[in-house]
């Protein structure tokens, strides 16, 4: 029963890896999962974006079988989750939002126990755990427990972990939430390795970026409920792309300014707004044409800049664009935001 | 996996269970890494050889005279009549423990981890009781050491071997309840506060540490299907001689009777927490 396979993965084929229809899980009145629907393709990335409390842990845990749903179905990999739960555990790799390694056991160690609940022979279970050490860059710590490894060692010793099995489907459950900006990207860097190789990963997200790092689909929910969802190009255009903030030296300029870009058409879908705590304004734009055109504007009109960024739309951004208010719940970190610095 | 792995699932399709082989291969597994827990923490082991050793002295030396004077003889009297019915209370002690690690193992997220792996839930629960039994085995080893240092005499080493035997397989169906408290009770304080007030009176209404005859009927009532008092009745017949089949059956009806009912309670919560 050995599912280590090495032969070459293929590429996304369109076929459905999971399936989700119609799943409905309550915790008393609180309903964590509302009727959600979705597909994974094979071999892609579905994103899975939403605010704290929209019900995203609740769908993975449905989805690993941790949690049995009150209605609706699901299909992993061609197994159901509530008739063949058994089947469903061996093509599924799960990563928490939470670590989920034994913080006692070295990381050499926390391999091989997985390989060996997992059916691999003794020899083929330490050369599993030598293997996936090497290649998320651990070895020199494989002996040492996990508790003393830092945040970006121990979320690659949960993602090589789930690698064990060689899953059909990933589950990566908020992989980088907590995590500082270069340690959130040595995981990317990860995660980017292990679709290349053709694995299916559903994916859940508060960052807008996490997701157009890793997504090619995106599905967003809000209590429960898939508010939206498609490719994340799509989606981006809808949300308005990047956004474009301008603080003119002189606050007084800043409704002009606003008037302006309003007037020349040159916004994005989401409109212009004027954000009054740090005296700029906000333009979503769509293309790096839009970009040149907004900055080119503000220059003719002879306004002084005095700082200027671009930034990828915020959870709370998108959320207000797709749904016309806020993400429901507070956050209670805050949604990392990317900043490219533009040289003006 | 490849595509095509998706469309024909694995080998496995057809037969999702588990066979008894691969049950013992996961709990081995799950074993050892219990060892190894201690192995990272030999501080974990310090109960079970300390306890023993605090008991043992504390009641032969501090109660041992006055408690040996009244079953006729004096502190050496006593020793015969304490050390088996300490060896009652190791299992029971490892039991508690048992609850509270448990817990707070249940509530990392290693064990969602295990849960969403394809091996029998019984598995992570069956690992630890065998990791509990040896430290009680090694705790009941000091135990004899301290007890014969004090002067107790071992009269019958086939007996002994029994007992030691009967206090681990109560002391294994006490664990199963202390199990399904650790996965159903939030925190291991409270595991720990409830288990504290379950043993208290079991463990001191009982023949554990003085001859019942003094106490009054309704609390000789209690004791004498107390399992705790029928253990430590059966070990100290088996050891050191007197009635033991009163005893033993009132312990191995209860063992039965736990383990029965508390097993498949704790490997169903552990199955279905959320």
């Given at each position: 029963m050995t599912r280590i396979d090495n032969t070459p993965r293929q590429a996304a084929t369109g076929r459905s890896a999971v399936t989700v229809r119609g799943l409905v899980k309550h915790y008393g009145e609180t309903k964590a999962l509302d009727g959600?629907?979705?597909?994974v393709r094979e071999g892609t990335v579905l994103g899975v974006l939403g605010p704290n409390g929209a019900g995203k842990t609740t769908l993975v845990r449905c989805l690993s079988t941790l949690i049995t749903p009150d209605a609706g179905t699901a299909t992993v990999a061609g197994f159901d989750?509530?008739?063949?739960?058994?089947?469903?555990?061996?093509?599924?790799?799960?990563?928490?939002?939470?670590?989920?390694?034994?913080?006692?056991?070295?990381?050499?160690?926390?391999?091989?126990?997985?390989?060996?609940?997992?059916?691999?022979?003794?020899?083929?279970?330490?050369?599993?755990?030598?293997?996936?050490?090497?290649?998320?860059?651990?070895?020199?710590?494989?002996?040492?427990?996990?508790?003393?490894?830092?945040?970006?060692?121990?979320?690659?010793?949960?993602?090589?972990?789930?690698?064990?099995?060689?899953?059909?489907?990933?589950?990566?459950?908020?992989?980088?939430?907590?995590?500082?900006?270069?340690?959130?990207?040595?995981?990317?860097?990860?995660?980017?390795?292990?679709?290349?190789?053709?694995?299916t990963v559903l994916l859940t997200t508060q960052y807008m970026e996490e997701a157009e790092q890793l997504a090619s689909e995106l599905t967003v929910i809000?209590?429960?409920?898939?508010?939206?969802?498609?490719?994340?190009?799509?989606?981006?255009?809808?949300?308005?792309?990047?956004?474009?903030?301008?603080?003119?030296?002189?606050?007084?300029?800043?409704?002009?300014?606003?008037?302006?870009?309003?007037?020349?058409?040159?916004?994005?879908?989401?409109?212009t707004i004027v954000d009054a705590e740090t005296d700029s304004v906000l333009v979503p734009v769509l293309s790096d044409e839009q970009l040149t055109a907004v900055v080119g504007a503000v220059t003719a009109r002879g306004i002084t800049i005095a700082s200027i960024s671009t930034e990828l739309p915020s959870l709370d951004e998108v959320f207000l664009s797709l749904t016309g208010h806020k993400a429901s719940t507070p956050q209670d970190e805050n949604p990392a935001r990317a900043y490219e610095e533009v040289s003006a | 996996m490849s595509a095509t792995t998706v469309e024909a699932p694995l080998a496995v399709k057809g037969d999702p269970r588990i066979s008894p082989r691969a049950h013992l291969r996961h709990t081995g597994a799950l074993i050892r890494r219990n060892l190894l827990w201690i192995r990272q923490d030999p501080e974990s082991m310090f109960d079970a050889i300390l306890f023993p050793v605090i008991f043992t002295l504390l009641f032969v030396y501090v109660f041992g005279g006055s408690i040996g004077q009244s079953l006729g003889g004096g502190q050496e009297r006593y020793v015969q009549y304490v050390v088996p019915g300490l060896m009652a209370m190791m299992g029971m002690n490892m039991a508690q423990g048992v609850g509270t690690g448990f817990n707070t193992d249940f509530n990392s997220g290693v064990m969602d981890r295990f849960r969403s792996l394809p091996i029998g839930r019984g598995s992570v629960l069956?690992?630890?009781?065998?990791?509990?039994?040896?430290?009680?085995?090694?705790?009941?080893?000091?135990?004899?050491?301290?007890?014969?240092?004090?002067?107790?005499?071992?009269?019958?080493?086939?007996?002994?071997?029994?007992?030691?035997?009967?206090?681990?397989?109560?002391?294994?169906?006490?664990?199963?309840?202390?199990?399904?408290?650790?996965?159903?009770?939030?925190?291991?304080?409270?595991?720990?506060?409830?288990?504290?007030?379950?043993?208290?009176?079991?463990?001191?209404?009982?023949?554990?540490?003085?001859?019942?005859?003094?106490?009054?009927?309704?609390?000789q009532n209690f004791t004498e299907y107390n399992p705790l008092s029928s253990l430590a009745d059966a070990a100290r017949g088996l050891m050191v001689g007197g009635p033991v089949e009163h005893g033993l059956w009132v312990t191995l009806a209860w063992s039965l009777g736990l383990t029965v009912v508390m097993a498949p309670i704790a490997i169903h919560k552990f199955r279905t927490k959320s």
């Open positions: 959600v629907d979705l597909d989750v509530l008739r063949q739960p058994r089947q469903l555990r061996r093509v599924i790799g799960l990563t928490g939002q939470y670590a989920s390694v034994d913080e006692k056991l070295p990381g050499w160690e926390n391999l091989y126990l997985i390989g060996r609940l997992l059916d691999l022979p003794r020899k083929e279970a330490r050369r599993r755990a030598d293997e996936l050490l090497e290649r998320f860059s651990l070895t020199e710590a494989a002996k040492r427990p996990a508790s003393t490894y830092s945040g970006g060692m121990r979320r690659r010793l949960d993602l090589a972990a789930s690698m064990i099995g060689s899953p059909a489907v990933l589950y990566l459950d908020e992989p980088t939430t907590g995590l500082d900006p270069r340690t959130r990207n040595e995981v990317w860097q990860e995660v980017k390795r292990m679709v290349a190789d053709g694995v809000d209590r429960g409920k898939v508010i939206a969802g498609g490719r994340i190009d799509e989606l981006k255009a809808r949300v308005g792309g990047r956004t474009l903030r301008i603080r003119p030296a002189d606050p007084l300029q800043l409704r002009p300014l606003a008037a302006m870009f309003d007037e020349l058409g040159l916004t994005g879908l989401a409109t | 069956f690992a630890k009781i065998a990791v509990e039994l040896m430290r009680m085995l090694i705790a009941t080893a000091v135990l004899m050491v301290v007890g014969v240092l004090v002067g107790f005499h071992i009269t019958n080493w086939p007996g002994l071997f029994a007992s030691v035997g009967l206090s681990a397989v109560f002391g294994s169906a006490l664990m199963w309840v202390f199990l399904t408290l650790g996965v159903i009770m939030k925190s291991a304080q409270s595991v720990q506060a409830m288990g504290f007030l379950v043993l208290m009176p079991l463990q001191f209404g009982s023949s554990i540490f003085a001859p019942t005859r003094s106490m009054p009927g309704w609390l």
